[in-house]
Every structure is written in C-alpha cells, then in structure tokens.
C-alpha cells in the first residue's frame, strides 16, 4: 500500500492517512520504548540526596538466573535491568532502598557491578522495601527491581543516599 499522493506536480507527498498510520503505529509502540533501561550517574557528595528514579518491577525470569547465584536472589524481573547507574568515585557506603508504590506490593532487588560484585535484598530494610547497604567501588552497576510473584508488575521509586535510610 503506498502511503504517498501524487500533488499537482507529480511528486510524492505524504497523506493524512499516511499521517495518521504513523502517528497511531509510534503509539502503539511508545511504552516499549517507555521500558527502556533508566541510567544515572553519581559521584561522592551528590546533590539532591537521595536520588530517586522510577519504575515498574517484576517480570517472568528469575533473578537467582540473572544473578547466576541461588543465595539470597529471590524475585522474578525482566531480563534487561530496570537501571544503570555509574558510580564516578568509590563509596565507602551507599544505601539502595526500593519502595513500592502501594504497600501491599512485595519488591526484590539485584544489582550486579561491572566489577563483578552480585548483591541481592529481600526485605531487609523492614516491611517490604528492600534494602542494601554496602561500600561500592567506581564504576557501573545493573540494577533489577523483582516481585515476589512471576508475572506481577507494581510501579516503586528507588532511592539512592549516601547516608542509611529508613
């Protein structure tokens, strides 16, 4: 199907339908896009602490195979992680806390560094908001934010601070 008129001169212009096709595919297609890896970067003294980003967790892979450990990763995610975040100095702590939107929910949490370190919460900052609290060393850190249940999607904010959260 040709998307294109023929004007009064012989060229090709495009159509309002064809307009329209393209407008309605690039809706179609925009919460893929939505779903997209969220990076931040950091450096010791960071502004605006904590730094938050959002997302919505869960997914239908384990993340215990994520992980390629079976310790302590509870949790189905997707495969692609929910975040980046590049580390610019060493830390000599940084608290990772996720928070549900809705109480009820039941996070997990992953995160894997480019230097191979593999740390996974369960609930340990009380309740059900997973928390991590570690010395972490410059550079980039995957970030995976699970369910307790595969297949369960819940929205949550994760906090990043240099001092420990409650």
Same mark, same amino acid.
């Given at each position: 199907?040709?998307?294109?008129?023929?004007?009064?001169? +012989?060229?090709?212009?495009?159509?309002?339908?064809?307009?329209?096709?393209?407008?309605?595919?690039?809706?179609?297609?925009?919460?893929?896009?939505? %779903?997209?890896? %969220?990076?931040?970067?950091?450096?010791? +003294?960071?502004?605006?602490?904590?730094?938050?980003?959002?997302?919505?967790?869960?997914?239908?892979?384990?993340?215990?195979?994520?992980?390629?450990?079976?310790?302590?990763?509870? +949790?189905?995610?997707?495969?692609?992680?929910?975040?980046?975040?590049?580390?610019?100095?060493?830390?000599?702590?940084?608290?990772?806390?996720?928070?549900?939107?809705?109480?009820?929910?039941?996070?997990?949490?992953?995160?894997?560094?480019?230097?191979?370190?593999?740390?996974?919460?369960?609930?340990?900052?009380?309740?059900?908001?997973?928390?991590?609290?570690?010395?972490?060393?410059?550079?980039?850190? %995957?970030?995976?934010?699970?369910?307790?249940?595969?297949? %369960?999607?819940?929205?949550?904010?994760?906090?990043?601070?240099?001092?420990?959260?409650?």
């Amino acid at each position: 199907m040709d998307m294109h008129k023929l004007d009064g001169t +012989g060229k090709k212009r495009w159509g309002w339908g064809a307009i329209a096709g393209l407008t309605m595919a690039l809706a179609i297609t925009a919460p893929s896009i939505a %779903q997209n890896v %969220q990076n931040m970067s950091l450096g010791r +003294g960071f502004r605006d602490d904590p730094a938050t980003m959002k997302g919505t967790a869960g997914g239908r892979v384990s993340l215990a195979s994520i992980a390629g450990i079976t310790d302590n990763c509870r +949790g189905f995610a997707n495969t692609a992680p929910n975040h980046t975040v590049t580390l610019t100095d060493n830390f000599p702590a940084l608290d990772i806390l996720v928070r549900p939107d809705n109480i009820n929910d039941d996070p997990t949490l992953l995160i894997k560094g480019s230097n191979g370190d593999i740390l996974c919460a369960d609930e340990e900052g009380g309740g059900r908001r997973p928390q991590i609290n570690s010395r972490l060393v410059k550079g980039s850190y %995957q970030i995976w934010v699970g369910s307790k249940t595969p297949n %369960q999607s819940f929205n949550y904010t994760l906090s990043l601070s240099e001092a420990r959260q409650k």
